[in-house]
């Protein structure tokens, strides 16, 4: 019985060290083929071989029916795919290698899970420990990744370990870190931090969105909540700015300039979050409260627009067209005199932006740096049409009158509300009539 003579044997004498190829101390041949033809013949030691893998001791012992001689040596022969052929020469040279020199042989994430693979075909529970410990501790990049979870899931319950970075986390984790991050999106840290600040928003729109996943946060009244608290205090420090900016009768300085960008760009930011938890309105009431003071303030034909400014005037058309368009839809409920305002303070606004903001997109100049969703301008004059529309018929032909004698009559283009208006006012005589003779009243067209 080869088992028991190599046990007795280190009884009775004591080992001379082995090296892996060694064939003058060489007493079996590890055969290794591949359907490719491959035959490469590794020499090996059968205590060595034994003693690291389960399954070379069965292959050694009385469990297999036949022993092959090969080269007067005891030979095992191994199938395997040639893209795993290294990784079984790299197995049987680490069963050679010092327990404490094992951290630095796996020569990377691929290396290793090969070598994993076929450490659990060949049952060595030692390499697989080796394995695993490395593969768990690592960095893995996007690719390696893939791989791992495609490989990690059909080698049993040993190898769980590796994926415990990818596990689900626990809902109360989500939460704490989504307060953290919907804090410091909608502070106002020093400027060092504002990348991070930026990374922040980004993140918790992609917790928010649905896409081939599930949101990883529901949009419950918690969730409501707190968002809403944040929100309050970032709209309480825009309110504050835009105070003192607005009694300031000398020119902006260029710090609050950048401040108010910021904050801007945060309400714009806030518009994507909000509109995906679906409360809206207190940022339109927050908006429609400081319009009259950010258009005076922001105002595209203030003399000699620049980079901040243009970038400023960009933010405001972003932030307005999503308010704007929470009241137009009717997601956000307003009484009629405040839509009246609303298409009263920012329809000359965006008359004179857009042209502004083309003008500095179009200049070549790299300064502005502008990035302009393409949708924005058509999204904006539907908007308005829509907007129009919801007011009361003379509201309507005020308006109507004086975008037709504007030098900026072709955006936003308010042709469709026109065309209805014309509709309705021709029309409007007998359908209250019929009104009239339905209800036994009377009515004034």
């Given at each position: 019985?080869?088992?028991a003579?190599?046990?007795?044997?280190?009884?009775?004498?004591?080992?001379?060290?082995?090296?892996?190829?060694?064939?003058?101390?060489?007493?079996?041949?590890?055969?290794?083929?591949?359907?490719?033809?491959?035959?490469?013949?590794?020499?090996?030691?059968?205590?060595i071989?034994i003693?690291?893998?389960?399954?070379?001791a069965?292959?050694?012992?009385?469990?297999?029916?036949?022993?092959?001689?090969?080269?007067?040596r005891?030979?095992?022969?191994?199938?395997?795919?040639?893209?795993?052929?290294?990784?079984?020469?790299?197995?049987?040279?680490?069963?050679?290698?010092?327990?404490?020199?094992?951290?630095?042989?796996?020569?990377?994430?691929?290396?290793a899970?090969?070598?994993?693979?076929?450490?659990?075909?060949?049952?060595?529970?030692?390499?697989?420990t080796?394995?695993?410990?490395?593969l768990?501790?690592?960095?893995?990049?996007?690719?390696?990744?893939?791989?791992?979870?495609?490989?990690?899931?059909?080698?049993?319950?040993?190898?769980?370990?590796i994926?415990?970075?990818?596990?689900?986390?626990?809902?109360?984790?989500?939460?704490?870190?989504?307060?953290?991050?919907?804090?410091?999106?909608?502070?106002?840290?020093?400027?060092?931090?504002?990348?991070?600040?930026?990374?922040?928003?980004?993140?918790?729109e992609y917790?928010?969105?649905?896409?081939?996943?599930?949101?990883?946060?529901?949009?419950?009244?918690?969730?409501?909540?707190?968002?809403?608290?944040?929100?309050?205090?970032?709209?309480?420090?825009?309110?504050?700015?835009?105070?003192?900016?607005?009694?300031?009768?000398?020119?902006?300085?260029?710090?609050?300039?950048?401040?108010?960008?910021?904050?801007?760009?945060?309400?714009?930011?806030?518009?994507?979050?909000?509109?995906?938890?679906?409360?809206?309105?207190?940022?339109?009431?927050?908006?429609?409260?400081?319009?009259?003071?950010?258009?005076k303030?922001?105002?595209?034909?203030?003399?000699?627009?620049?980079?901040?400014?243009?970038?400023?005037?960009?933010?405001?058309?972003?932030?307005?067209?999503?308010?704007?368009?929470?009241?137009?839809?009717?997601?956000?409920?307003?009484?009629?005199?405040?839509?009246?305002?609303?298409?009263?303070?920012?329809?000359?606004?965006?008359?004179?932006?857009k042209?502004?903001?083309?003008?500095?997109?179009s200049?070549?100049?790299?300064?502005?740096?502008?990035?302009?969703d393409?949708?924005?301008?058509?999204?904006?004059?539907?908007?308005?049409?829509?907007?129009?529309?919801?007011?009361?018929?003379?509201d309507?032909?005020?308006?109507?009158?004086?975008?037709?004698?504007?030098?900026?009559?072709?955006?936003?283009?308010?042709?469709?509300?026109?065309?209805?208006?014309?509709?309705?006012?021709?029309?409007?005589?007998r359908?209250?009539?019929?009104?009239?003779?339905?209800?036994?009243?009377?009515?004034?067209?």
């Amino acid at each position: 019985m080869i088992l028991a003579h190599f046990a007795a044997k280190e009884v009775t004498e004591p080992m001379t060290p082995c090296y892996f190829g060694d064939r003058s101390s060489s007493d079996t041949v590890v055969r290794l083929r591949t359907s490719d033809g491959r035959d490469d013949w590794l020499y090996c030691h059968s205590h060595i071989l034994i003693e690291k893998s389960t399954y070379f001791a069965d292959r050694l012992s009385e469990k297999w029916p036949t022993c092959q001689i090969l080269d007067s040596r005891n030979c095992v022969e191994v199938y395997c795919q040639e893209s795993d052929f290294d990784s079984h020469v790299n197995i049987l040279r680490l069963f050679y290698a010092k327990e404490n020199s094992r951290d630095d042989i796996w020569h990377g994430v691929r290396n290793a899970l090969g070598i994993l693979r076929v450490a659990v075909e060949l049952e060595c529970s030692q390499i697989v420990t080796a394995c695993v410990n490395y593969l768990e501790a690592v960095p893995w990049e996007e690719t390696e990744e893939e791989e791992i979870l495609k490989a990690i899931p059909g080698m049993g319950s040993q190898v769980l370990p590796i994926l415990s970075r990818l596990e689900p986390v626990n809902p109360l984790a989500i939460m704490r870190i989504f307060r953290a991050a919907i804090q410091l999106a909608t502070s106002s840290p020093p400027q060092d931090m504002n990348d991070l600040k930026t990374s922040a928003q980004e993140q918790l729109e992609y917790m928010l969105t649905e896409d081939d996943d599930e949101p990883l946060l529901k949009a419950d009244d918690e969730i409501r909540s707190e968002v809403k608290q944040c929100m309050s205090r970032l709209f309480a420090r825009f309110n504050s700015l835009l105070e003192s900016l607005f009694c300031e009768s000398s020119e902006l300085a260029s710090e609050a300039l950048h401040i108010l960008q910021s904050y801007l760009s945060d309400l714009s930011w806030a518009c994507q979050i909000l509109t995906k938890l679906e409360i809206m309105r207190d940022l339109v009431i927050c908006w429609m409260d400081a319009s009259d003071k950010v258009v005076k303030i922001v105002h595209p034909s203030n003399p000699e627009p620049n980079g901040e400014t243009i970038k400023m005037t960009l933010k405001t058309v972003e932030v307005t067209s999503k308010v704007l368009e929470s009241i137009a839809y009717g997601n956000v409920i307003l009484p009629a005199s405040k839509r009246l305002h609303a298409v009263k303070v920012w329809l000359p606004f965006v008359r004179v932006a857009k042209p502004a903001i083309d003008s500095a997109t179009s200049s070549g100049d790299d300064t502005f740096e502008l990035k302009v969703d393409g949708e924005l301008w058509q999204s904006l004059e539907p908007t308005f049409v829509s907007l129009v529309l919801t007011l009361p018929s003379g509201d309507q032909a005020e308006i109507l009158t004086e975008w037709l004698g504007n030098n900026y009559i072709r955006y936003p283009d308010l042709t469709e509300a026109f065309d209805v208006w014309c509709y309705r006012s021709k029309v409007a005589k007998r359908r209250l009539t019929i009104l009239d003779g339905n209800h036994g009243g009377s009515s004034t067209p």
